[in-house]
């Protein structure tokens, strides 16, 4: 039987592979090119980006938060799937700047635009946005430190996840959502769940699919809304 220890072993696993490569590569996202940059989470291994970026439920002509981007695939397949434009916040300062290359890459520099920082902190008090996305690092371990790349699949004690959820109401407009990225096999729904509750917000799946990385695993989306 495979236990939760095993999965975040397996994870880890992933995550060490990715670590060897010592140079940028390119990976395709959603049938389009991207560039990966050293300690950037890597679509190349971990299959989720490729899911959320191709079934996010992207409305045409809306205003989008996305942290934690990484390569940027999701924000920038975003503006293909619609949106207007997307703001991309990033803790990682090698993250920031692999999106940065993404962006011009795929030269939205008029769409989409990309700042370091933790979770909120680098946006300004009046920005609001249609949506709030966030690929979640659900792997939940106990309170240690981890490293920058760690944290795009490690969140101690949940910490940063329910500040995302308790937080993300000053940042949307009226009408707007969260769409949470998220694996029940992987991560700790119960925790997801009581911060949705404690913060005023309605939880509904929206897509949920079967996947294998090192053990086999299911991803979802969640959309969490003000109750109304």
Known sequence: M?????YLEGTRKIL???????APYKTMVFGREFIVL????SPKYFYDTELFAE???VKKGENMLEIGPGTGAISITAIYKGAQKVVAVDINPDAVKNTQANIELHHMQS????????LYEP????????????NTPFGFVEDTEVSDLEKAVYDPSYRSTEVFIKE???????????LIGFSTTLGRLDLLQKFVQEAGLSLKLLYEVQSEEVHPVKFEIFEAKPVQ
Do not use: C
Request: overall charge positive; glycine content about 8%; proline content about 4%.
């Open 2 to 6: 495979i236990t939760y220890k095993d």
């Open 16 to 22: 060490d592979q990715s670590k060897l490569k010592k």
């Open 38 to 41: 050293p300690n950037v989470f």
């Open 55 to 57: 079934h996010l439920p």
């Open 111 to 118: 769409k989409v635009e990309v700042r370091q920082g933790n």
């Open 123 to 134: 946006l300004k008090d009046d920005e609001t946005f249609d949506t709030i996305f966030w």
């Open 168 to 178: 993300a109401g000053q940042h949307l407009k009226n009408g707007g959502r969260i």
